[in-house]
T-cell receptor, first 117, second 111 residues
Framework: NAGVTQTPKFRILKIGQSMTLQCTQD?????MYWYRQDPGMGLKLIYY???????DKGEVPNGYNVSRSTTEDFPLRLELAAPSQTSVYFC????????????????FGPGTRLTVL | DAKTTQPPSMDCAEGRAANLPCNHS???????VYWYRQIHSQGPQYIIH???NNETNEMASLIITEDRKSSTLILPHATLRDTAVYYC????????????FGTGTRLQVTL
């Protein structure tokens, strides 16, 4: 299993440009998440999905959109890039999010480092 | 979600045990304690989790106090590759496991 894969690894955008960060998992996990991590800070949840066709906002959703048409894929869309969106973006997945612990372990991808100039 | 408190940094000599403390005094009865680590610039990596009992796996041991207000992650024989930021997280029981990452403890393992 490849686990969670993310593309691209690095990207530089100009202000106002758009892009999609790709995330794919091959573990048949129901739950998927997008986090951002600013320098020296912890991760902040942007959006999450509990299954195909179902998404919900996290702590910092403004400026982003997501969709979940398949179990495997959970792309993150930036419509009008701003310098404040310069960050490292991590995608993660888990079998469930039931709160029972054992099946909630999140597995993270390697990240996408985005710079907006 | 219960808040966690961790020291910002710790040092450990290679080959010795690394004991990383975490305070979670407001934890509720159905919240789990999770530990993740992040090696420089990589995605966070799951280490271990527990509810009430002490837990051990191939990576580490987790000791949870009887009142559940604090816990300690133990890396029994730290190596240079264990240098990372370690996050103690209390997971909210709900419809999604939304982990809240603080700033963690930066563990530096030295020769």
């Amino acid at each position: 299993n490849a686990g969670v894969t993310q593309t691209p690894k690095f990207r530089i955008l100009k202000i106002g440009q758009s892009m999609t960060l790709q995330c794919t998992q091959d573990m048949n996990h129901n739950y998927m998440y997008w986090y951002r991590q600013d320098p020296g800070m912890g991760l902040k949840l942007i959006y999450y999905s509990v299954g195909a066709g179902i998404t919900d906002k996290g702590e910092v959703p403004n400026g982003y959109n997501v969709s979940r048409s398949t179990t495997e894929d959970f792309p993150l869309r930036l419509e009008l890039a701003a310098p404040s969106q310069t960050s490292v973006y991590f995608c993660a997945s888990s079998y469930s999010g039931s709160g029972r612990g054992d099946t909630d372990t999140q597995y993270f991808g390697p990240g996408t480092r985005l710079t907006v100039l | 979600d219960a808040k966690t408190t961790q020291p910002p940094s710790m040092d450990c000599a290679e080959g010795r045990a690394a004991n990383l403390p975490c305070n979670h005094s407001t934890i509720s009865g159905n919240e789990y304690v999770y530990w993740y680590r992040q090696i420089h610039s990589q995605g966070p990596q799951y280490i271990i989790h527990g509810l009430k009992n002490n837990e051990t796996n191939e990576m580490a041991s987790l000791i949870i106090t009887e009142d559940r207000k604090s816990s300690t992650l133990i890396l029994p024989h730290a190596t240079l590759r264990d240098t990372a930021v370690y996050y103690c997280i209390v997971a909210h029981t709900g419809t999604a496991s939304k982990l809240t990452f603080g700033t963690g403890t930066r563990l530096q393992v030295t020769l």
